[in-house]
C-alpha cells in the first residue's frame, strides 16, 4: 500500500501556472506508476497523466499534452501546469498503481489499477 498526500492547488487566473505535489511513502515504490487525475463538478473523474517510478516513462491526456508536466524528484511527483484554463478547474487526485498493470504507457491512463488515492487538491481557473 502506499500512502500519497497532494498539495499545491489553489485559485489562479487563466494564462497562469501552478506545480501540484504528491509525496509518497510505502514499501517498493520503484514498482509503482504515480497518475494524477480530475474530477470536476458533475462530470467523471478524468485522467491527466502518469509517470513510471523506474524508468521514468510518461503519459498524458490529450487535453493537457504541451501544458503540464509530469516528474518526479525522490519520493515527490509534481504536475507543473502551465497555460491554465477555466476547464481545467477540478479537485486534482494523485493515485498509484502496481507497474506490471500496465503493457504500454497509454494503458498507465485506464483509472481500474490505481488502488491507492490520496485526498485531492482543489484548482480553480478563473477566466
Known amino acids: 500500500q502506499v500512502q500519497l498526500v497532494e498539495s499545491g492547488g489553489g485559485l489562479v487566473q487563466a494564462g497562469g501556472s501552478l506545480r501540484l505535489s504528491c509525496v509518497a511513502s510505502g514499501r517498493s515504490l520503484s514498482t509503482y506508476t504515480l497518475g494524477w487525475f480530475r474530477q470536476a463538478p458533475g462530470k467523471e473523474r478524468e485522467f491527466v497523466a502518469a509517470i513510471a517510478w523506474s524508468g521514468g516513462s510518461t503519459y498524458y491526456a490529450d487535453a493537457v499534452k504541451g501544458r503540464f508536466t509530469i516528474s518526479r524528484v525522490q519520493s515527490t511527483v509534481y504536475l507543473q501546469m502551465n497555460n491554465l484554463e477555466p476547464e481545467d478547474t477540478a479537485v486534482y487526485y494523485c493515485?498509484?498503481?502496481?507497474?506490471?498493470?500496465?503493457?504500454?504507457?497509454?494503458?498507465?491512463?485506464?483509472?481500474?489499477?490505481?488502488?491507492?488515492w490520496g485526498q485531492g487538491t482543489q484548482v480553480t481557473v478563473s477566466s
Open positions: 493515485a498509484a498503481a502496481w507497474s506490471l498493470y500496465f503493457t504500454t504507457s497509454q494503458a498507465m491512463s485506464e483509472m481500474g489499477p490505481y488502488d491507492d
